[in-house]
Every structure is written in structure tokens, then in C-alpha cells.
């Protein structure tokens, strides 16, 4: 897996000075080669939710095969090895917020990837002095970025997925859309700007039904049930339910609302932001679903056209031939630390610092898509959307 980056550092000074000082010590009469120093270790804290069911399971694998080939490859710099220091919070709040303060407060970590509490990281921005990178995809985490000067956001950006699909019903022929999303800050996100973006494109919204994160499956089913309760929309185009139900939930209750529906008797299509699918294959009750992802989702599947694309290639191929199957999340995960080997190597240095001014200049060809962070902008992913479909067993 290549990383391709916008600029780096020429190592032909640092290469000719070596050899020549080699040169010298030899005509001195001196025949001894001198040891190899053992690397300098870079620790990278993590904290993720391990426990309880979700991406953090595929978080970590990420991060432990691409840490892998960050040294194989001296991403991060000759002469460094990046480490690993993982914290399960376990889903809880509380915990999450004291892994991160246990890192910050460890000389040893230069910088942190964290998953499972936006709200974490948004309470400790102002405190925080080292870089923080959240695998999120909550707008608040990162933004606005001079209130979030330690904090970066790899995660899928809800204004770019609402716009590809409202335009994508609009292709499709749907007039009207019934909208399902989770209660949390980036559910309620992708309902605002889904919103915005079907007016602008004449769709018409029937429902905006919100599902909290504690509701269990009968709640869950009986939410979800209430978009073809004619007595609870306010169109008056849909006569049989919704031409559309936009699913902007994590795979578990996306799944749920899914079954719910078509046994409540939806016989439409579903559309789904990229939270809603975890997995490269896809059962049948899904059948149709149009998703919207990025490139990675599929690149197992074409000709690699560019070295940004052979890179995912290679990436998924090499996930499937470790882990035995592929989760669509994991590309955040890898991508935050390339970020980072990127960026240190570029700081020529493990600088908390220096690591964060080197973050706001990165521009690489990642796993998931381009990434670009600037001084106003700490969300990375730029563009490269795809919209799937399930065929078969597989989103194609």
C-alpha cells in the first residue's frame, strides 16, 4: 500500500552526509562500523469501544495491520517505529473521556486516535495539547477548527452524503422520502442537511423520524412502522407510503428498521447513508438498497486505474487475508494513522507541536479518499463519493 503525498522531504542530504562521515571514520584508520541504534519508538494512543457491538472491533484491527505497514515502510520516518497504546472505553462516556486524559498526560504518546464520545472530545478541546484525531463523523468535533486547534475528524461528512442522495432519488424518479435517523449529533446532521438538499432537488420529506441509540428492537420497529401510518405524514403525494426511505442509521438499527418495514408491508426502495452498512456483503432484504460510500467499498471488485486505487486494492486484500472478511469502517482507522506517519515524517519530528502545524498541511491520496486538513478546515475526507447498490450478495 502506497501513500501518496503532496510534498515530503528530500533525504539526499541527510543519505550524503551519512556516507560521507562513514568515508572519514574509515581513512582514519578506524575499521569498525558503528552499531545500529534501535528505532525511536513513536507511541500513538488509541481509545475505542471494544466491548459492546459496533466499529471499534474493526477500528483495531485497522490500526493493528496498518501500523504494520507503516514500519515495514518507514511511513512515519527512517530510523522510527510507531506503537500502539489501545484503551477500551466500553462504550462509556465517563471512561472515554478518562482514556483520553490518561494519554494527553503520557510524554510518551504524541498523538491520539479516538472512536465512541464526539461529546468527549468536544468537552476536552480546550484543554487538550496534543493531536487528537476523531473517527467520527459529528461536525461539532472538529469544527469550527480555531476552537479545535489539537482536533482532526476522518469520517464521513453528512453535507456531502445528504447532497448525493437527494440527487440520486431525483435520478431515480422518487418524489417523496421518508427519512429514519439515529438520535445522535451526526443523525440529527444528516436529517438537517438532507432536508436542505431534497428541497433543493423537489423532493418532498413525509417523515423525519428520529430513533434513539437506547431504543430497543420494538421500539426501534414500531418508529419505523410509523412512516406508513397515513395519519402521521403531512404529504399528500404519497398515497401508499413513501416512493423512498432514507435509512441514516448505524448498521445494527439500520438492519432492524430495514426488516421492520418490510414486514409492515414497504415495498419501496431504501437509500442509506454510509453508517448504515458495515459489511461488503449484503442480505436480501436489502436487496436494491442504493448507498452511499466511498471508493474503498468496492475496490476489490474493479481494475485499479490509478495508484490511489491499486493502494485500496491492496488494502482490502490484505484486511480480507488477515481478518477473513471486510468492514467498511476500517478505512477510517487506517487512514488516521497514515495521517499521522505522514505528518510526523514530514515535521521530521515527534513534536506534539510540530506532529499538529504538520497536520493542517496534509494532503494524501488515503484509503478511504483524498484527505485534506487546512488551519480552517480539521475534517479530512474531500469528495470521492460513490453510490452502490446491493446486487445480489454485494454492493456493486
Not at 64 to 77: C, D, I, K
Not at 88 to 103: E, K, P, V
Not at 170 to 190: F, R
Request: hydrophobic residues 50%.
Amino acid at each position: 500500500m502506497s501513500v501518496h503525498r503532496s510534498s515530503f522531504r528530500p533525504r539526499t542530504g541527510r543519505l550524503a552526509a551519512a556516507v560521507l562521515a562513514a568515508t572519514v571514520s574509515m581513512a582514519a584508520g578506524c575499521g569498525v562500523w558503528p552499531t545500529p541504534t534501535a528505532p525511536e519508538p513513536v507511541v500513538v494512543g488509541v481509545d475505542v469501544n471494544l466491548t459492546d457491538r459496533g466499529p471499534g472491533a474493526a477500528y483495531d484491527n485497522a490500526l493493528r495491520l496498518v501500523v504494520e505497514q507503516v514500519n515495514e515502510r518507514a511511513l512515519a520516518g527512517a530510523g522510527r517505529r510507531v506503537e500502539l497504546r489501545v484503551l477500551d472505553n466500553r462504550g462509556d462516556r465517563a471512561l472515554s473521556a478518562q482514556n483520553l486524559a490518561s494519554l494527553a498526560a503520557d510524554p510518551q504518546v504524541v498523538a491520539v486516535v479516538t472512536a465512541g464520545c464526539g461529546a468527549c472530545v468536544v468537552e476536552a478541546a480546550g484543554s487538550l495539547a496534543l493531536p487528537v484525531i476523531a473517527l467520527t463523523g459529528e461536525e461539532a468535533v472538529a469544527a469550527p477548527a480555531v476552537q479545535r486547534r489539537w482536533v482532526f475528524r476522518l469520517g464521513p461528512n453528512a453535507v456531502d452524503d445528504a447532497d448525493a442522495l437527494a440527487a440520486t432519488m431525483a435520478g431515480d424518479g422518487v418524489s417523496t422520502v421518508a427519512v429514519i435517523a439515529a438520535g445522535d449529533a451526526y443523525g440529527q446532521d444528516g436529517a438537517r442537511w438532507f432536508a436542505a438538499a431534497a428541497a433543493r432537488d423537489g423532493l418532498e420529506v413525509t417523515a423525519m423520524v428520529e430513533v434513539p441509540a437506547t431504543a430497543d428492537q420494538a421500539t426501534v420497529t414500531e418508529l419505523a412502522a410509523s412512516v406508513l401510518d397515513r395519519r402521521r405524514r403531512t404529504s399528500t403525494r404519497d398515497t401508499d407510503g413513501p416512493d423512498a426511505v432514507l435509512l441514516w442509521l448505524p448498521a445494527p438499527q439500520a438492519a432492524t428498521v430495514a426488516q421492520g418495514l418490510r414486514a409492515a408491508g414497504y415495498r419501496g426502495r431504501f437509500y442509506a447513508d454510509m453508517v448504515a452498512a458495515d459489511e461488503l456483503a449484503t442480505p436480501e432484504w436489502l436487496a436494491g438498497t442504493r448507498l452511499v460510500a466511498t471508493p474503498t467499498a468496492v475496490a476489490a471488485e474493479r481494475i485499479a486505474a490509478s495508484p490511489a486505487a491499486a493502494a485500496r486494492q491492496e488494502w482490502v486484500l490484505a484486511y480480507v487475508s488477515r481478518y477473513g472478511g471486510y468492514q467498511l469502517h476500517s478505512t477510517w482507522a487506517a487512514d488516521a494513522l497514515l495521517v499521522l506517519a505522514d505528518a510526523i515524517d514530514r515535521a521530521g519530528s515527534t513534536d506534539r507541536a510540530e506532529i499538529r502545524d504538520h497536520l493542517e498541511y496534509t494532503r494524501i491520496d488515503g484509503i478511504t479518499g483524498p484527505i485534506r486538513f487546512t488551519a480552517e478546515q480539521h475534517s479530512g475526507l474531500a469528495g470521492g463519493l460513490v453510490i452502490l447498490t446491493a446486487i445480489g450478495d454485494r454492493w456493486q
